[in-house]
């Protein structure tokens, strides 16, 4: 996987899309900072990470680079839209979160915090409003399987 620096825009898929931004993107080089994040967002980004919404289909798996041993494999990419912007996540951030201490930005807390239930109306419309238009036409194109 490529390793992304926080709120740098995220070019990764193979859409056209000025909102995408990366969040959690780590790898074994990258700094990241760490910290403690409240339960609440924990709980709620488990929940969105359980079986989130793709626009296209993922390419591969990518195995945690942070654990010395064994590290979990993941593949799935998460999608906040929120403030103007969509974050984009690997799945893998809530086992970041769990096991290695990683402390996302606060807006992506937020965000996460304020962001509807996957495939539920209201996600594809916070989808649209804030700049996915492309993504979601990408998966009317049949980008994903
Ligand atoms: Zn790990």
């Known amino acids: 996987m490529t390793t992304l620096k926080d709120l740098d825009r995220c070019t990764y ?15 074994v080089d990258a700094d990241y900072p760490l910290g403690e994040v ?13 079986e989130p919404w793709q626009p296209v289909a993922a390419a591969g798996f990518h195995q945690c680079e942070l654990c010395q041993f064994e ?8 999608f906040v839209p929120f403030g103007g912007c ?20 606060k ?7 304020a962001c509807p239930p996957m495939r539920s109306m209201q996600y594809h419309k916070a989808l649209l409003v804030n700049g996915g238009r492309s993504l979601l036409n990408g ?3 049949g980008l994903t399987a």
């Open 139 to 141: 998966r009317q194109n």
């Open 38 to 50: 409240h339960a609440d967002f924990f709980e709620k980004l488990k929940a969105l990470c359980a």
């Open 107 to 113: 807006v992506f807390i937020d965000g996460v915090l």
């Open 86 to 105: 969509i974050y984009v996540a690997p799945i893998g951030i809530v086992h970041y979160i769990a096991a290695h201490r990683y402390l996302p930005p």
């Open 13 to 27: 898929f193979p859409v056209d899309c000025e909102a995408l931004l990366a969040v959690g993107w780590l790898g």
């Open 71 to 78: 590290g979990p494999r993941f593949s799935s990419n998460l």
